[in-house]
């Protein structure tokens, strides 16, 4: 199984703050990665998809990079909204596997 | 615009076999991937298999082949049964819709089902 890695386990920023979370892949992925946002007590909601494409309906502070192993998600100004946890999702193969998620917090 | 709404048994007893379904309103099951998704109090999301609306299916080897996931196209649902059940499989469980090829993501959650398996 892909294993995906995801750092940091945890973040503490302030709104306007621009925030980068990172995953690696175990293997080549090519660009077969999502991004997922999860509040307390909902379900995730799809922010990005292979790797790079942003959701419809998803604000454009919000965006995806990479491809292979090593991708980023980026929030470029933290809206109070967005305190949150992330994780990423591999779709390159089965089964599909998570990172471990990051949790964005108050600072 | 397309729901899911998963429903099933909150409580389930050791060694016995968790059944959940997943109703699709809004929209058809067919063309599309289905997804069943857990995620233990406190902790982060694990896969646990999915169905093609055809009856494809691929599971988490992780869960031993306990695992069996179908779909009835005739009244747009599918389901999950997890045979064996143990503590380790408390959880909340989602249901998903997936897009699949070329833009696999999924776009659509059912609002979780927290099952617990106690005696």
């Known amino acids: 199984a892909v294993q995906m890695t995801q750092s940091p386990s945890s973040l503490s920023a302030s709104v306007g703050d621009r925030v980068t979370i990172t995953c690696r892949a175990s293997?080549?992925?090519?660009?077969?990665l999502g991004w997922y946002q999860q509040k307390p007590g909902k379900a995730p909601k799809v922010l990005i998809y292979?790797?790079?494409r942003l959701e419809s309906g998803v604000p454009s502070r919000f965006s995806g990079g990479g491809s292979g192993r090593d991708f980023t998600l980026t929030i470029s100004r933290l809206q109070p909204d967005d305190f949150a946890t992330y994780y990423c999702?591999?779709?390159?193969?089965?089964?599909?596997?998570f990172g471990q998620g990051t949790k964005v917090e108050v600072k | 615009q397309v729901q899911l709404q998963e429903s099933g048994p909150g409580l389930v007893k050791p060694s016995e076999t968790l059944s959940l379904t997943c109703s699709v309103s809004?929209?058809?099951?067919?063309?599309?991937?289905w997804h069943w998704i857990r995620q233990p109090p406190g902790q982060g999301l694990e896969w646990i298999g999915h169905i093609y609306y055809s009856g494809t299916t691929n599971y988490n080897p992780s869960l031993g082949g306990r695992v069996t996931i179908s779909v009835d196209t005739s009244k747009n649902q599918f389901s999950l049964k997890l045979r064996s059940a143990t503590a380790a499989d408390t959880a909340v469980y989602y249901c998903?819709?997936?897009?699949?090829?070329?833009?696999?993501?999924?776009?659509?959650w059912g609002q979780g089902t927290t099952v617990t398996v106690s005696s």
């Open positions: 998903a819709r997936d897009r699949g090829y070329p833009d696999y993501a999924m776009d659509v």
């Open positions: 809004g929209g058809s099951i067919s063309g599309y991937y």
């Open positions: 999702l591999q779709d390159y193969n089965f089964p599909r596997t």
């Open positions: 292979a790797a790079s």
């Open positions: 293997q080549d992925i090519r660009n077969a």
